[in-house]
């Protein structure tokens, strides 16, 4: 990606129509929500199990580090895409929502700070992370195919 600063917002509709992108050509239908909902940014739904997830996207031209707000909306269908954007192409690392608020809790929480407050958080992936989450869309497809029962 070129080196011209662009605005966050701008920063993070790349973001969700790179995911967008991602999840059709990995045989799901999507659609980017916009800014009217603050839990999630795309409903994908898988076009073989017709089963749907909730996708929060996080985007950032830093190559291990996301802002992210203090929301603890967390389902068993949601998952958080973050995509870094520093390089000419976009990485994407995946994670279920509640390793994805774990791991942002514990950075909060070794800064200092209080989980009650209302600063904003960050997700910080460590190298072994980033090789564990890094283009992991297999736990979006096992979700997807996992029996209504279990």
């Known amino acids: 990606m070129n080196k011209t600063k662009i605005s966050k917002t701008t ?6 129509h790179y995911v967008a992108a991602e999840l059709e050509r990995r ?16 409903i994908a739904i898988n076009n073989e ?12 031209s830093n190559k291990n580090r996301w802002r992210v707000n203090k929301n603890k909306f967390d389902n068993d269908n949601l998952f958080y895409v973050l995509v870094s954007l520093c390089e000419e192409e976009p990485k994407y690392y995946i994670l279920k929502s509640k390793e994805a608020i774990k791991i942002r809790d514990e950075r909060h929480i070794s800064k200092g700070n209080d989980l009650n407050d209302d600063k904003m958080r960050e997700i910080v992936l460590d190298d072994n992370l980033l090789k564990k989450y ?12 996992k029996e209504e029962n279990e």
């Open 134 to 145: 890094e283009n992991n869309w297999q736990i979006i497809f096992d979700y997807c195919l």
């Open 11 to 16: 920063t993070g509709n790349v973001g969700e």
């Open 27 to 42: 045989n799901f239908t999507t659609s980017v929500v916009g800014n009217n909902c603050k839990d999630y940014d795309i």
């Open 49 to 60: 199990t017709h089963k749907d997830v909730l996708i929060q996207v996080k985007a950032s």
